[in-house]
């Protein structure tokens, strides 16, 4: 059974930091990429940061390249998404997603799109505020 569990979000002041923390089972870590996406009110969902067990590659939005990173901590049965310098534009609900690498494309780190991803989290809510 896929479950993902979100955690970690809140509010926290422009430029401040938020670590965000996506629980999954075991064999979700070792053979899925796990990817983070976000949804703004009025916005379409998008894929901030995505990392594949496959050499622990990764990959961030130009958005939120130098500010966010992704890891996966296979201990703990996570994959963390640590924020820092947090913008007006960041607030949104974030979501954790993840899809088995076999159904992943060759030379691929992650899928970009929504419907590649089969298994979502429940989404956690980050607000940016002074």
């Known amino acids: 059974q896929v479950r993902l569990v979100e955690s970690g979000g809140g509010l926290v002041q422009p430029g401040g930091s938020l670590r965000l923390s996506c629980e999954a089972p075991?064999?979700?870590?070792?053979?899925?990429?796990i990817g983070w996406f976000r949804q703004a009110p009025g916005k379409e969902r998008e894929e901030v940061s995505c990392?594949?067990?496959?050499?622990?590659?990764?990959y961030y939005d130009n958005s939120v390249k130098g500010r966010f990173t992704i890891s996966r901590d296979t201990d703990l049965n996570t994959v963390e998404l640590q924020m820092n310098n947090l913008k007006p534009e960041d607030p949104a609900v974030y979501y954790c997603?993840?899809?088995?690498?076999?159904?992943?494309?060759?030379?691929?780190?992650?899928?970009?799109?929504?419907?590649?991803?089969?298994?979502w989290g429940q989404g956690i809510q980050v607000t940016v505020s002074p």
């Open positions: 997603a993840a899809e088995s690498l076999t159904l992943v494309d060759y030379g691929h780190i992650c899928p970009h799109r929504t419907s590649a991803f089969s298994y």
């Open positions: 990392v594949s067990p496959k050499d622990d590659s990764t």
């Open positions: 075991k064999f979700v870590l070792e053979d899925y990429v």
